[in-house]
């Protein structure tokens, strides 16, 4: 647990870190597993392994667009591995770790951005909301998850996955301010990657952190290294034994950076300079730093990276070729979840859509 402090330290603008770039760990390693350290360290390679591939698979067209995670791994699975079978996740479009951490395959998120619904069908089990692409809307839904939990009594805390420029939105304030009120067990996880597309956090509040807005909501806030999985494990999980307890929600705002465009569709040139891109990735990158600490603990050497590496490649291009080949949902699938009994222009609009599928004019 991480003590009372927190508030002060939010307040002095402190953050949480626990694993430094070299590997060595403060006082507060909660000492993990090795087994659960290996297994964290490959959620997050494969993440980046299946990062790379979707931007090339984007180049190659088969893909319209796609949102890189790499540089945001340690958030992802950090946080993912804080979570217990019963609890949920809700992602926004950026979450590819999380999701795969809890079970999501890699086939299915490759789908749900070559434009395949079918990636949206979470698998029985799977306890992660699909993908939510308009900017903040989870976080609402996320604390009606939550409230439902309490209400029904049910075991299970929620977490939301967001970005910095999430936090600008109606939606933070309405799901937070909610949430305090109704002391739901939500866990809020901010990516704070530095940017929302082009508008660096600077632009985006005035306010000296993103943690700091928890206090307004009278809800616990930290700040935390989002580059130290370790340290994310920790917050999130403190975070999440105080909300099953009742002790309600918190907003963790998780420091971070994204390597690579914002998506396919966005050049980062025009706003940020390569420089920054290259010190990030030489000093602070997670992979890296998560590497050390487990050659540190003597888990991990050359030829283990190297098998690793080879293992995952194959289950990434696997996954790959399974998302090409699956068929796409027909058009009548489209509306087909949408009402109880389709009106009719829905009807017809499936009719003309087919009429121009199949190559006859409307
Ligand atoms: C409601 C809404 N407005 C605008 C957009 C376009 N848009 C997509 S992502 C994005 C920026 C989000 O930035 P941030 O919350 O920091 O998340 P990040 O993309 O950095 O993970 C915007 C404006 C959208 N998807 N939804
Ligand atoms: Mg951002």
Redesign the pocket.
Known sequence: MIDDRHLFRLIKGETLHIVKQDGTASAEDPGLPPATLLDMYRMMVQARAFDEKALKLQRMGKMGTY?PLSG?EAVQIGSAFALEKEDWIVP???EAGAMMARGVPMKLQYMIWMGNDYGNRIPDGVNCLPVS?????QMLHATGFAWAAKIRKEKYAVACY??????S?GDFHESLNFAGVFQVPAVFVC???G???S?PVKD?THAETLAQKAIAYGIRGYRVDGMDAIAMYVAVKDALQRAKKGEGPTLIEALCY?YGP??TADNPDLYRQKEEVEKVKRDRDPIARFRNYLVKKGLWDDDKEKSLIEEIGGLVDAAAKEAEQSPPPTLEELARNVFASPPWYLAEEIDYMKKVAGGGSP
């Not at 692409?133 to 809307?137: H, N, W």
């Not at 967001?162 to 936090?167: E, L, M, V």
């Open positions: 949102a945001q926004s479009y950026r692409i308009p900017v903040g809307s967001f970005g910095d420029g999430a936090t939105r990516s704070n990657n940017y929302a597309i508008t985006q994204r914002h998506t």
